[in-house]
């Protein structure tokens, strides 16, 4: 059974900071990856998705790697600001069902970005 | 578009009773997923549709679970017989895999979710 653990589980850094933020996942037979973002009582936003043949995607002030063969994925965010508070999720998908199934996530990392 | 739309946003339930959400999907969207989220974890699958068949189901689906997808457009998740355990997030995600645009990453998007509340 595939399960995702982030790291950390919270993290508090100054406006400004450039920070981490990490997932590991058991079975390297995903078909692509995901990061999302959660505002508190609300639904997911898709930052970035990684096909299980790509190293990296970026989008603006993000940057998502992925280590396949290692079952490691990085969530990169440059130059912090206060509205990036959030939770945020990392989320694979299985490839036995060629990306067709659902998700497993992680249970988040509270972000907050003290102003 | 206008995204994912998921009604109520808010439910407060009786033990006991039976209640109905609503999800209409991103049009277009064949692929309808429901998921169920509570406080400090990450959503967990529950089951998915692709067009108006439900392809597979979670063990968290236990049999007062109940989803529906008719004409594979809106979908409809009731829970029979609520119990204190079932208060929680339930969120709807649609995504497009294949189709006429050949769309192969399968992004899923999510709506903002109902929550249930059973007293």
């Known amino acids: 059974k595939q399960e995702v653990t982030q790291i950390p589980a919270a993290l508090s850094v100054p406006e400004g900071e450039n920070l981490v933020l990490n997932c590991s996942f058991t079975d390297s037979a995903i078909y692509n990856l995901q990061w999302f973002r959660q505002d508190p009582g609300k639904g997911l936003t898709s930052l970035l998705l990684i096909q299980s043949s790509q190293r990296e995607q970026t989008s603006g002030r993000l940057n998502a790697s992925l280590d396949k063969s290692s079952g490691r994925s990085t969530l990169y965010i440059a130059a912090s600001q206060p509205g990036d508070s959030a939770t945020y999720l990392c989320a694979v998908h299985a490839s036995s069902g060629g990306g067709a199934d659902g998700l497993t996530f992680g249970k988040g990392t509270h972000l907050i970005i003290q102003p | 578009d206008t995204g994912v739309s998921q009604n109520p946003r808010h439910k407060i339930t009786k033990r006991g009773q039976n209640v109905t959400f609503r999800c209409d999907p991103i049009?277009?969207?064949?692929?309808l997923y429901w998921y169920r989220q509570t406080l400090g974890q990450g959503p967990e699958f529950l089951t998915y549709f692709q067009n108006e068949a439900q392809l597979e189901k979670s063990r968290l689906l236990s049999d007062r679970f109940s989803a529906e997808r008719p004409k594979g457009s809106f979908s409809t998740l009731e829970i029979q017989r609520t119990e204190q355990g079932d208060s929680a997030m339930y969120l709807c995600?649609?995504?497009?895999?294949?189709?006429?645009?050949?769309?192969?990453?399968?992004?899923?998007?999510f709506g903002a979710g109902t929550r249930l509340s059973v007293l």
């Open positions: 049009s277009e969207h064949n692929r």
């Open positions: 995600a649609s995504s497009l895999l294949g189709g006429r645009t050949g769309a192969r990453k399968n992004i899923q998007y």
